[in-house]
């Protein structure tokens, strides 16, 4: 106790408490900050829900969400204030010169926050005014779609397009409730303007069990962050940068390497699952009902749960990891590009975009070109495993208990070690940092994708050429086969005129 109160007078309160809990005061700042959304949304339930003027309930959304941001950032708020006066006052202007204001919208904010990238980044992941204003810019892009869709005629929009175009502008002080809705614009998720309209209209208010849910949640979300603490206490960052971790036996290191990925990630999950928790608790993530005819609240689910721990490749954590985002880009970017005609361009500029979105680092780009290449290998090993593998050996392997449990083994395995290859880069940022953790590991991943290219490129270009020759045979056997018959077909005729 003496120890803590000696600290109080010399950095604060904030810090004092930070520093005896043992995290960055940032980071705690954070953390109450996405618990503050629970207390909120009881008040709300209790004393402004029942108002039946909307202005009230943009109000408070707007006034918590501005003052929970100063309390994060201080005077740096100003630069959200100045993302959403500029999106508000583009689409006051340039509202039906759709592709002017769309290029302008995309391009400030993206150009904005690159900036704030540029000149606050360090070697780690900072949590700094950035880290909400990159939600916000997708917010903002986003929003700025759905205006132009508005404009469209309702054959011109596609199903997902139908569900968030707006016919109308929202004022200013709808704008700053959307973009500042407590436990929605620090850590995410996105949601469209629609389902906060829907949301304060009350259509969701009469559906019963969002206590519950709510509860739920923050009890996985408390469960995860206590995961993650622990976990990377034995496993700290710092770690794998050391002699002593390289000095490690090789498989060894690729299973600590594993397992100290699952604990980064739970760090992302549990804000996720806790800031979720709240929006339940408050009642914007109905999304309609079960299949049992319960409400359903996962409309603002930004990780799947059972899919990540039970998924066996990284293609299950792409789909159950950050989904919200994913969602946006794929609706946003991916989609647009349409006209591309070229499914492999547009996903390689949705993830090119996701890397931009998240800064400079070197790092992010090695993460998003390793989630490429991983899961398109993954794609070639599943076709190579089901065409090849299976006709010749399936009905030996499914009867063979021995090896669905080598099966089940080598899956796992392969899970938790190539998640470590794969959030290395992501973590450690700067080329000087997880380069030396790929050398510590002697580049197993890359060693691993670029030996089944060469046996996978080898066998299909042999399979092929196989089948080709084998086809012209048969090609050869049917013409046999069709002069013979046309001879025994003429034979008669000859038999006749003789």
């Keep these: 106790m003496t120890e803590f109160t000696e600290i109080l007078p010399h950095k604060g309160l904030m810090d004092g408490v930070a520093d005896a809990v043992g995290v960055p005061v940032e980071a705690f700042r954070l953390l109450l900050t996405i618990v503050a959304g629970y207390p909120l949304a009881a008040f709300y339930l209790k004393f402004i829900a029942i108002i039946h003027d909307k202005t009230v309930h943009h109000m408070f959304f707007a006034g918590c969400g501005a003052g929970l941001c100063y309390f994060n950032y201080g005077h740096d708020t100003y630069h959200s204030l100045v993302a959403i006066l500029t999106t508000y006052f583009l689409v006051l202007f340039l509202r039906k010169k759709a592709q002017i204001f769309l ?45 132009t869709d508005g404009l469209k005629e309702e054959s011109e929009l596609s199903k997902d397009q139908k569900e968030t175009a707006l016919k109308e502008p929202p004022s200013l002080l709808e704008l700053f409730a959307f973009a500042y809705f407590p436990s929605g614009f620090l850590v995410g998720p ?31 979300g408390a ?67 079960d299949k049992n005819g319960q409400p359903d609240w996962s409309g603002c689910s930004n990780v799947k749960l059972k899919l990540l721990e039970s998924g066996n490749t990284m293609e299950h954590y792409v789909q159950s990891f950050n989904v919200n985002t994913n969602q946006w880009v794929g609706q946003y970017i991916y989609k647009r590009l349409k006209f591309l005609n070229n499914r492999t361009i547009s996903y390689g500029a949705a993830l090119g975009f996701l890397a931009v979105w998240h800064g400079y680092h070197s790092g992010y780009y090695m993460t998003f070109l390793m989630e490429y290449m991983v899961v398109s290998t993954e794609k070639q090993i599943t076709r190579f495993y089901t065409k090849v593998v299976l006709p010749k050996w399936g009905h030996i392997l499914n009867n063979s208990d021995i090896y669905k449990l080598l099966y089940f083994i080598v899956m796992k395995s392969y899970n938790i070690c190539f998640m470590g290859w794969c959030l290395t880069a992501f973590v450690f940022l700067k080329w000087e940092r997880w380069i030396v953790v790929y050398g510590a590991v002697n580049y197993y991943g890359f060693i691993f994708l670029i030996l089944w290219a060469a046996f996978y490129h080898t066998h299909h270009y042999f399979f092929r050429s196989s089948s080709r020759r084998q086809a012209g045979e048969d090609e050869k056997i049917d013409d046999k086969s069709t002069e013979n018959i ?11 005129s003789d």
């Excluded at 849910?213 to 996985?220: C, E």
């Excluded at 000095?247 to 699952?273: D, H």
């Excluded at 046309?486 to 006749?496: G, L």
């Design 486 to 496: 046309t001879e025994q077909e003429k034979k008669p005729e000859d038999k006749k």
């Design 103 to 147: 290029a302008i919208n995309f391009v400030f904010h993206m150009s904005y926050l690159l900036l704030g990238y540029f000149f606050t980044s360090s070697n780690d992941y900072d949590i700094l005014w950035t880290m909400p204003h990159c939600i916000l810019v997708l917010r903002m892009i986003g929003f700025g779609f759905d205006i």
């Design 223 to 289: 469960f995860y962050l206590i995961v993650c603490q622990v976990g990377l206490s034995y496993f700290p960052d710092s770690y794998f940068l050391t002699p002593e971790f390289a000095e490690v036996a090789f498989i060894k290191k690729i299973y600590y390497l594993g397992f100290w990925a699952k604990f980064s990630l739970y760090k992302y999950i549990s804000c996720w699952l806790l800031t979720e928790g709240a929006l339940i608790c408050i009642g914007l993530t109905y999304k309609g009902e």
């Design 190 to 220: 996105q949601f469209p303007y629609r389902r906060y309209q829907a949301f304060v209209n009350g259509q969701f208010r009469q559906h019963e069990g969002s206590l519950n849910a709510g509860v739920r949640r923050f009890g996985a």
